[in-house]
């Protein structure tokens, strides 16, 4: 009887011991997830036909400008995603001060918003790349 009483008292310590090791690997991935997360992205996506190239090619030299006009340099990941070309453009605008991040973000939705093919999104994670 003492023999079970004492292999119950074990199992339950070392259930909780790995209950304790779960919830910080549960922490650890949560924290893993939000630094992964970017601050703003723009997909531009397709519905058939492609994305909005002439969009895109302008958009590019748009980041160029402000870069330049803002002594600045963007940290972007630009992730491929699909078959037609679907591209995601992943900003991380921590080097860039509130008032920066404002307008980044305002011209940014002003110059595309004409493109019924990009959709913007904040604290998402990136996309996986097309493999």
């Known amino acids: 009887m003492k023999k079970l009483v004492l292999a119950a008292i074990c199992i339950s310590f070392f259930a909780c011991a790995n209950s304790k090791k779960t919830t910080k690997e549960i922490a650890n991935s949560q924290a893993n997830v939000a630094a992964s997360k970017t601050h703003f992205t723009v997909s531009f996506i397709s519905i058939g036909a492609g994305p909005d190239t002439k969009a895109r090619m302008a958009y590019d030299q748009y980041i160029a400008a402000f ?5 600045v340099q963007l940290s972007v990941e630009k992730v491929n995603w699909g078959r037609e070309g679907e591209t995601d453009y992943c900003f991380d605008l921590n ?4 008032k920066q991040q404002t307008i980044f973000v305002a011209e940014t939705k002003a ?21």
């Open 67 to 71: 870069e330049q006009k803002n002594k």
């Open 95 to 98: 080097n860039l001060n509130n």
């Open 111 to 131: 110059k595309l918003s004409e493109s019924k093919l990009i959709r913007f999104s904040q604290k998402m994670t990136c996309r996986e790349p097309r493999k």
